[in-house]
């Protein structure tokens, strides 16, 4: 990505902290910071505000920073110093009136050893620190360009690993091992790593949201969940849900199938700018009520994916708040009944600036 | 693992919290719960005192730890109550005069959330929230029977799968490639995961002591870098390092290794309970200092191993305190020169009642 798209994001949390009222802030979140200057190692933070910015990092990571964040001003920490003494160094030489934290991602023990440093400081006295929640990650829900491309690729990375993985599938693999090939078609692919732990739900191991793969072998059941994804090394990431038969599947099954598919195509067709995020889950959830399975389908309809699996905007029935161009969501209705098992279909899908786009194109059926 | 297990570790925790005077705690960190009850989920928190003990979780773990902690009291959240609402209703039933949580946790969020919830109830007024760090942390160091074993097979599978990944090494592999063959090879033999992301670093690029797999290929040099480890399922691991000749090396390099290898030897052999932290760094650090290349040994010697991949004891120049039986410790020296390249050997040693036993068996040789 280009110097300036750092600039401008930079320049929108500039916007951001004014209208909260701060000079500047800390920035630790390690997605945040790699998000605002284009760094992906860790352990680092970000002073920024009117008139500072400045990456505070390690010697470790000096030769990476010049790197990947050409013109960007470093503050380099040698071995004798504390982490915490070089930021309150640096945060003093800004001496901010009001600094912001990410109180969503800072620990109690972290604020409290900042708070301590800078006290130490000359400048320390006059700085009021203020916790300020999920701030780059509002920037971070709205995707450009850049970012756009990056999960088309995550989406595709995935896709084409499931095709493989479907075309060798055989009775005799437990679902950690399908797992373990998914992750390992993916990174052959161009994946850094699978987007989070596959899951890979044989039979009525579906029933469970977030079943964690075991040794159930495919040929114990006649039908597999599988919910998987891609996470490129930029941190861009795809999240998919599919359903499929491995065997003669009970109608009940091909039933649940045909109202979740129902449900996730009208939960699609609401998406478009400034939709409410919880009429969107209605559209869908709907369907699900209607077909009388409601009470089993027990999560939300979809969430935002970028650098993180699950971000904002979520689309649920107490969310706030509408969907925007920009937004890139998954849709993954899901009725489950236990000791039975369970159907979720699950696409990722790009709000416009007139409607959407589904990103993912993977056949639905279950047969 | 027996339920004894869990209801020992339970009870050194209890005594810990007499110690520090609090009449319970909140334990919300993933690995401290999981080695407290044998749980493997996560979203969940332990509130553990005098007088209480209940795991706090919701309806999706609620088969899980009915067979994963037998025994254990559980309170299971519906959909309709906020997380931080079901955490300080617990609490306020229970009544802790003084109530710890875990401060290098907790977010400042979630600090200020749980606080507003507890305040609510009727009994909360009476509460404090006391900030605690690292106190499961120091159960954690001292590995019982069943985390020994553990550690072992970690160790044994990460061996195996480098073995198969040196003996169908090519040039042509980049070094991302090398890294996702190792983990998969590891996921063949049993293990979960890598341990971490395995450094495999051909060249120069070893001179980075964190440096992130890319595409340079193995052929590109005459000596590759890698530190690698298994995670097994249930969280525990293994962390080696070793380099070797992939062509003819530079003179330089092998005296770098000669230095280093004796710089291990003598980290090892001063390990015993009730060495000190510093005496065990400073040991294989003398070495290293005698040869000349003192400013090239950046990091400390080792670290402790076990459900995280970095836990204490640290065995560093500035650590406090002493070696106890029932420690794992990497023993890991290293000399980077920039631009030209880094050795480091690293091994994986228990403390024992009279002595230690290095739990790795690869051999150490360059070429």
């Keep these: 990505m280009s110097p300036e798209r750092f600039l401008a994001r930079q320049d929108k949390l500039r916007s951001l902290l004014r209208e909260a009222e701060v000079d500047a802030m800390l920035v630790t979140g390690v997605s945040n ?6 760094f992906s190692g860790d352990s680092s933070a970000l002073l920024i505000g009117t008139s ?7 010697s470790r990571y000096q030769t990476q920073i010049a790197e990947e964040c050409p013109g960007l001003e470093a503050d380099i920490r040698t071995q004798k110093t504390k982490p915490h003494d070089q930021t309150a160094a640096v945060i003093a030489q800004a001496r901010p009136g ?7 991602i800072l620990t109690v023990s972290e604020r409290t050893r900042i708070q301590e440093a800078i006290d130490k400081t000359d400048a320390g006295k006059g700085i009021e620190i203020k916790p300020l929640a999920d701030t780059v990650e509002k920037l971070r829900q709205i995707k450009d360009d850049d970012e756009i491309a990056a999960t088309r690729l995550a989406i595709r990375i995935a896709e084409r690993a499931f095709v493989a993985m ?10 950690r091992q399908v ?13 850094d790593r699978a987007a989070f732990e596959p899951i890979i ?6 029933a469970m949201p977030h079943y964690r793969p075991g040794e159930r072998r495919i040929g114990e ?17 795809s999240d998919l849900t599919r359903v499929f038969a491995t065997g003669t599947v009970p109608s009940q099954l091909q039933e649940l199938h045909g109202v979740v598919l129902k449900a996730q195509l009208a939960g699609i067709a609401a998406i478009r700018p400034g939709a409410k995020l919880k009429d969107v889950d209605s559209a869908a959830r709907r369907v699900i009520e209607e077909a009388g399975y409601g009470e089993f389908f027990g999560h939300g309809l979809g969430h935002g994916i970028g650098l993180h699996i699950h971000e904002e905007p979520r689309l649920s029935s107490i969310a706030e708040g509408e969907l925007q161009p920009g937004n890139i969501v998954t849709v993954e209705p899901g009725i489950y009944l236990p000791d039975f098992g369970g159907v979720r279909i699950e696409d990722d899908v790009l709000v ?3 409607g959407h786009e589904v990103l993912s194109s993977l056949p639905k059926d279950l047969v």
Aim: no cysteine; net charge negative; charged share 25%.
């Design 98 to 104: 009001k600094l912001a934290v990410e109180s969503h």
């Design 179 to 191: 797992a373990h090939e998914l992750e390992h078609a993916m990174r052959r692919l161009g994946a």
């Design 201 to 206: 739900a044989v039979g009525d191991h579906s």
């Design 33 to 38: 910071v790699s998000y605002l200057t284009g």
């Design 352 to 354: 416009t600036p007139d």
């Design 52 to 58: 500072v910015r400045v990456l505070i990092s390690d």
């Design 166 to 175: 479907k075309a060798t599938l055989t009775d005799d693999l437990t679902e």
């Design 221 to 237: 059941s006649s039908f597999l969940l599988v919910d998987w994804g891609a996470a490129l090394p930029s941190g861009y990431r």
